[in-house]
């Protein structure tokens, strides 16, 4: 990389960008709020962890079904008209949750037949995300000149991490000071603002043009590209596992409700530590960006977050678990933008949705499925050897990455 590149803010000048940032910014902190609320909402009305292993699986299998079709649609489509229309789709949903949440649903719905609608709720919001989170990602080289790709990533990242951390911590303060209903309205109000802002992002070229290529062709091409450039594969394959292990985000209702008995606050801090830590890692990025050798690094970053994952299984201190999350999140900082920069500059223009899909099957479904899969453990071990174990299993990952794909710990760019 050139040292004498500038800085990665120099990406705000564009201004078109600085709508699109704006949008992602409170598009995310919208969908962060909604994770918090709902996780602290039903542990509070089921106080069994594996009813939060479901919300998990509720929103994976709609995101991972999809994943490859939405590649191809997103394609042949106007990403900016795509995601105008999904943020107001997902308005919808937080209307959903808004009503769930009035008091008249409330006296005449027993908190069961509650339960299962939010269930079905967050089931559409992982048809909305299979489509709109590739989207925001695909969107970006049609927005930003190819050499400052890097800083956009960066950039992207830190604004996805802010609005997690303040969304996070919001909710927490929300739901300990308000009602849901509140809440949900105040989510209602940032999705409100994202809208505002996707509109004064201009209309993008259709990148897949004509009716030549059918969908499954369309779709195997993405697949094609993906398998064959191995420092995409290799860097997904890793986060995919790492993720889906060490899920211990999933159990922080059961922390902070039975083990460290923190309350709502408590519990808001905790679910932000992790992007936290995450976004002082990647503003130091800005600043200081990986100059070399960067696939020996994620390789390292990925093994010091299982380490992190096994402290916060163990303890039943709340500052050391915080500290736990938070460097569990400055190390995943660190794999973000490795993985998020190889995928901007290893894929072409025309098939960027369809990688970016790909990308989500690996990254962000691993997301829920790795909370189905602490559920599921934690039923089956308990809470914290399911934890510890997910920590274990991650630096397992690296391990047999280490040995088996010795190019992508050669890799740098």
Not at 66 to 84: E, F, M, P, T
Not at 90 to 116: D, E
Request: aromatic fraction near 12%; charge should be positive.
């Amino acid at each position: 990389m050139d040292n004498d590149k500038g800085s990665a803010l120099d990406v705000l000048r564009i201004r078109e960008y600085r709508f699109f940032i704006s949008a992602r910014f409170f598009y995310i902190m919208a969908l962060r709020m909604v994770t918090t609320i709902i996780g602290w909402r039903i542990y509070q009305m089921t106080h069994n962890a594996f009813s939060i292993g479901l919300i998990g699986l509720f929103g994976f299998l709609p995101a991972f079904c999809l994943a490859l079709y939405a590649g191809h649609v997103i394609d042949k489509s106007d990403k900016r008209a795509l995601l105008v229309n999904t943020t107001f789709l997902y308005l919808a949903c937080v209307a959903g949750l808004i009503t769930l949440s009035t008091g008249p649903v409330l006296h005449t719905m027993g908190s069961r037949y509650i339960q299962w609608l939010i269930y079905f709720i967050i089931f559409c919001t992982g048809v909305i995300r299979a489509f709109a989170g590739p989207a925001l990602n695909a969107i970006v080289a049609q927005i930003v000149p190819r050499e400052q790709l890097p800083g956009a990533v960066t950039l992207n990242s830190s604004a996805w991490l802010s609005a997690s951390v303040i969304g996070h911590a919001t909710a927490g303060l929300l739901i300990a000071h308000t009602s849901y209903l509140f809440s949900f309205s105040i989510v209602s109000l940032y999705v409100l603002i994202a809208i505002f802002f996707f509109l004064h992002v201009s209309p993008k070229q259709i990148m897949l043009t004509g009716s030549e290529k059918k969908t499954w062709d369309s779709i195997k091409d993405g697949l094609r590209f993906v398998v064959r450039t191995r420092e995409v594969l290799g860097a997904m394959a890793l986060d995919l596992f790492a993720v889906l292990f060490g899920g211990a985000v999933a159990m922080i209702p059961v922390y902070a409700t039975d083990i460290l008995k923190v309350g709502p606050v408590g519990f808001g801090w905790l679910n932000a530590a992790d992007d936290l830590g995450s976004i002082s890692t990647i503003l130091a990025m800005t600043l200081w960006p990986l100059r070399r050798r960067q696939g020996l690094i994620l390789l390292y970053a990925v093994a010091g977050f299982g380490a992190f994952i096994i402290l916060f299984g163990l303890s039943h201190w709340y500052l050391v678990s915080f500290i736990a999350l938070l460097g569990s999140g400055m190390l995943d900082g660190i794999s973000v933008i490795i993985r998020g920069t190889i995928l901007q500059l290893k894929t072409p223009d025309i098939m960027r949705g369809r990688v970016s899909s790909v990308s989500s099957m690996f990254i962000n479904s691993s997301n829920e499925l790795g909370q189905f899969e602490s559920g599921v453990m934690a039923r089956i071990l308990g809470v914290i050897p399911s934890v510890v174990f997910g920590g274990c299993m991650t630096i397992g990952v690296v391990i047999v990455t280490w040995f088996k794909a010795p190019s992508l710990r050669k890799m740098q760019y």
